[in-house]
């Protein structure tokens, strides 16, 4: 069994920074894809930044310039740097991942969420 557990979520003012990290727990013998995505109330889950297992990332057109998505593969973790946040960066922050475990078959893994407020 896999587990994702998020950190580092808060209160920041606008113009502000906040780094999350996730890390994954168990059985893992390959990770394909970690990533992060983020859900505001009523509204839909978006794709915010994935990292790929030969280092590439993505960004979401939103957040490009200001989040940067880092690993260490060692800890099997992943980090979101976030500057320059706004209000409407403001969301329930998930991370993912889709891994292979002892299942031997590639599957995905969700984290429990963590809450980003940007306000004044």
């Known amino acids: 069994q896999v587990q994702l ?7 920041v003012q606008p113009g502000g ?17 970690m990533g992060w995505y983020r ?11 994935h990292i ?12 490009k310039g200001r989040f940067t998505i880092s690993r260490d593969n060692a800890k099997n973790t992943v980090y979101l740097q976030m500057n320059s946040l706004k ?4 969301a329930v922050y998930y991370c993912m991942t889709n891994l292979r475990s002892d299942s031997f078959r590639w599957e995905d893994y969700w984290g ?9």
């Open 39 to 49: 859900q505001a109330p009523g509204k839909q889950r978006e794709l915010v930044a």
């Open 5 to 11: 557990v998020e950190s580092g979520g808060g209160l």
């Open 112 to 120: 429990q969420g963590t809450q980003v407020t940007v306000s004044s």
């Open 52 to 63: 790929f297992s030969g280092g590439s990332t993505s960004y979401a057109d939103s957040v």
């Open 87 to 90: 209000p409407e960066d403001t």
């Open 17 to 33: 920074s906040l780094r999350l990290s996730c890390a994954a727990s168990g059985t893992i013998f390959s990770i394909y894809v």
